[in-house]
C-alpha cells in the first residue's frame, strides 16, 4: 500500500514537472523548459567548442487577428504556426512558446551569423506561404531577433535577454524583418526605456507637435489641402518621429487619447488655413482600425466638426493597407458611420500585398494613397514603373482618386502625371512644415511659380 502511495506520488511529480513546463495551447515547452534545455546545450558546447544560435520570433499585429476573427480563431492560427515551427526545427533544435504572440527557437551547432541567417530566411519562406484557419487564408509576419553564443553572451539568461533586445529592435525599424543583436542595441533599448516611461504625460507637457505636408493637384499643381503627421519633442531624447511615436503609444495603451488629440489639433489648424489662406483646404490624418471601430472615436470627430465649423468634406482619415485588409469584416460599420457623418476614407501605404481586388471593391474607401517605397522605384528599374502604373490603373477603374506619397524628382512627377496619378506630396515641393511656417509657404506659392506649376505650363 505504502510502495503504491509512493509510485503514484512518484508520478504525479513527474507529469507536474512536465506540465509545468509545456505550453497547454500548443504543447511546445515554455519558457522555464527553455531555459534549462539552453543551460544544457551551452554547457554541451562548451565541452565541444561549437556554437548556438537563439532566435525570437514575435507575431506582427496578432493581436489585430484576435480582435477582427476572436480569441477561438487566435489559438488555431498558433496551433498551425507552432506546428509549421516544430516541423522545420525538428532534431536540429527547440522551439517553445514564450508567451502569447512569441516563439523562442534555439538551434544546436550553429558555426556563423551567415548560418544562422539561412536558417531564419528559410522560417519567412515557411510563413511567405500563409496559413489556413477554418478555411480562411491568414497571412502572417513576424519579428525576429538573433544571439550566437559564444559571440553575443555565454550563459543562457544573457543569450535570451540579447536576442530579445534585437527582436524589440526589429519591431521598432518596420517589423517583417529579423536583426542580429550587437552591443549598439543597449543604448537604443535604454532610449526606449525611456519613452516607455515619459509618454505617459507627454500630451499634458505639450510635447506632442503636428506637421503639415501640402498636397497638390496633378497636372495643374493647385495646392488642395495637408497631411498631417505627429511628432513627440522629448526633451532628452529630442524628435521622436512618428512611426517610433505611435508603436510606442500603442504598446502604452494610449493610442485613443493621441489620435483624439491628433484629430482636434489638425482640424483646428485646419479651419484656421481655410479662414486665411485656402477656403477649400482637406486635411488628411493618419488613424488607426482600433480608433475607427469605437462609437466613442466617431462622436468624436462630429463633436469636432461642431466645435470647429469645418465641413466634413474637409476631412479625409487615412488607415493603413494593412490594418483595413486584415482587421476582419468591419465595412458594413464603417460604411455606415462615414455614409453618416460624410468624412472621406483613405487607404494609407497602398501596394504593399495585401489589398485584393475583391477586397477594394468591398473595403468603404473613397482614396488610395500610394506607398512612397513604390514611388521611389520609378525609374529604377521597368518593373517599378510598371507596379505604379497597375496601382494607378487599379484605382481608377474601381472609380478611386489616388495620391502619390514621397515623390522627390521631376523623374517621378513626370512619370506620374503621364499615368494621370490625381494628386501628390512630397520633398520635391515641399517637406512637412510646422503650422507656424504654412503663411510663408502660401505667400511663395502665390507669388512664385512651384515645382509642379512650372513643370505643368512646359
Not at 495637408?226 to 532628452?236: D, G, K, N, Q, Y
Request: overall charge neutral; proline content about 4%; aromatic content about 8%.
Amino acid at each position: 500500500m505504502i510502495e503504491s502511495i509512493l509510485v503514484i506520488g512518484v508520478i504525479l511529480y513527474v507529469v507536474c514537472q512536465v506540465v509545468g513546463q509545456c505550453d497547454s495551447l500548443t504543447g511546445l515547452p515554455n519558457r522555464t523548459r527553455l531555459v534549462k534545455q539552453l543551460n544544457k546545450l551551452v554547457y554541451k558546447a562548451r565541452r565541444k567548442d561549437a556554437g548556438i544560435a537563439v532566435v525570437m520570433l514575435d507575431l506582427d499585429h496578432f493581436e489585430r487577428i484576435n480582435e477582427a476573427r476572436g480569441s477561438l480563431f487566435g489559438d488555431e492560427l498558433l496551433r498551425k504556426i507552432s506546428y509549421t515551427l516544430q516541423r522545420y526545427v525538428k532534431e536540429a533544435g527547440t522551439v517553445s512558446r514564450i508567451r502569447a504572440d512569441r516563439f523562442g527557437i534555439i538551434f544546436e551547432d550553429v558555426a556563423s551569423k551567415n548560418e544562422l541567417a539561412r536558417l531564419v530566411e528559410r522560417i519567412y519562406g515557411l510563413f511567405s506561404k500563409g496559413f489556413f484557419v477554418k478555411g480562411i487564408p491568414v497571412k502572417v509576419t513576424f519579428s525576429a531577433g538573433t544571439a550566437l553564443y559564444p559571440y553575443n553572451g555565454d550563459n543562457s539568461i544573457e543569450l535570451l535577454k540579447n536576442a530579445d533586445t534585437a527582436l524589440l529592435q526589429a519591431k521598432e525599424t518596420g517589423r517583417n524583418h529579423a536583426l542580429h543583436y550587437s552591443q549598439e542595441m543597449n543604448q537604443a533599448v535604454k532610449r526606449r526605456a525611456m519613452l516607455e516611461e515619459h509618454i505617459d504625460g507627454a500630451l499634458q507637457r505639450n510635447e506632442f507637435v503636428l506637421s503639415f505636408q501640402p498636397q497638390f493637384a496633378l497636372p495643374g499643381g493647385d495646392i488642395r489641402g495637408f497631411a498631417a503627421s505627429i511628432r513627440w519633442e522629448h526633451p532628452e531624447a529630442g524628435t521622436v518621429l512618428a512611426d517610433e511615436l505611435l508603436l510606442i503609444a500603442a504598446d502604452a495603451g494610449l493610442m485613443w487619447e493621441i489620435e483624439e488629440w491628433m484629430l482636434k489639433e489638425a482640424c483646428e489648424k485646419n479651419r484656421e488655413i481655410q479662414k486665411l489662406h485656402l477656403p477649400h483646404s482637406v486635411i488628411a490624418i493618419p488613424i488607426s482600425l482600433k480608433s475607427l471601430k469605437q462609437p466613442a472615436f466617431w462622436e468624436e470627430v462630429k463633436r469636432v466638426l461642431r466645435a470647429t465649423g469645418m465641413t466634413p468634406d474637409s476631412l479625409v482619415l487615412e488607415v493603413r493597407e494593412h490594418e483595413l485588409c486584415t482587421g476582419g469584416d468591419v465595412h458594413n460599420e464603417l460604411g455606415e458611420e462615414l455614409r453618416a457623418i460624410g468624412v472621406t476614407l483613405c487607404l494609407a501605404d497602398f501596394g504593399k500585398g495585401y489589398a485584393s481586388l475583391h477586397s477594394l471593391k468591398q473595403l468603404p474607401i473613397h482614396r488610395l494613397k500610394i506607398d512612397p517605397l513604390f514611388i521611389g522605384e520609378i525609374g529604377a528599374d521597368k518593373t517599378g514603373n510598371t507596379i505604379i502604373q497597375s496601382l494607378i490603373t487599379l484605382g481608377h477603374k474601381l472609380g478611386l482618386p489616388v495620391t502619390a506619397a514621397g515623390v522627390e524628382t521631376y523623374e517621378q512627377l513626370h512619370y506620374l502625371r503621364a499615368l494621370g496619378c490625381d494628386y501628390m506630396q512630397g520633398s520635391l515641393v515641399s517637406k512637412p512644415l510646422p503650422y507656424e511656417e504654412l503663411p510663408h509657404l502660401f505667400a511663395i506659392l502665390r507669388y512664385k511659380p512651384h515645382a509642379l506649376k512650372s513643370e505643368a505650363r512646359t
